[in-house]
């Protein structure tokens, strides 16, 4: 066993980090979550629209839509996938930044000022990026929304 191990930690150390981990966490998710929810529209609203089992003009009208205009489907899928993979992200390196910041509260008691400065550098790190993942999430899931509503306003009947 390492001298960390034996060390206790009082609560009141790290708690207020938990309490505002598990919000920006819950943020995240919440942004996974519509993400992921807006592929399963965009694809819904694909074979409703686009493909529908009624074979008419309606068909054809809406193939020729969908073909001068599937970049912005494309486009908007793309969007989707990246707001989930960054907001899947951010909750690893959230995770990941508190376990620094206790190990970095350790290596405080210990006197390991070297391990204490080299830890405080890592939570730094990846609180900035982080920030960055949420922010990039957001934007993506609103641009990746935008798009996929312009997409599918040019079906609705004129």
């Known amino acids: 066993m390492s001298n960390l191990e034996n060390k206790k930690l009082s609560s009141d150390l790290y708690n207020p980090d938990l309490a505002i981990l598990e919000k920006y966490q819950a943020f995240s998710k919440e942004l ?11 694809g819904f609203l694909l ?3 686009i493909f ?3 074979k008419d ?15 912005l489907l494309y486009f908007s899928i793309i969007l989707l996938i990246v707001s989930t993979a960054c907001s899947i992200f951010h909750i690893y390196y959230s995770t990941d930044s508190l376990t620094h910041i206790v190990s970095m509260y350790r290596k405080k008691q210990d006197g390991n000022e070297y ?3 080299e830890e ?13 993942l949420l922010f990039t999430s957001c934007i993506s899931l609103i641009l990746g929304i935008v798009l996929g509503v312009i997409f599918y306003a040019k079906f609705l009947p004129a």
């Open 32 to 42: 996974t979550r519509i993400a992921l929810l807006c592929l399963g529209i965009l």
């Open 47 to 49: 074979e409703r629209i």
């Open 52 to 54: 529908p089992s009624s």
């Open 57 to 71: 003009n309606f068909l054809n009208k809406n193939l020729d839509i969908f073909k001068t205009s599937s970049c």
């Open 115 to 117: 391990g204490y400065n």
């Open 120 to 132: 405080r550098h890592l939570r730094d790190f990846d609180f900035k990026l982080c920030s960055r």
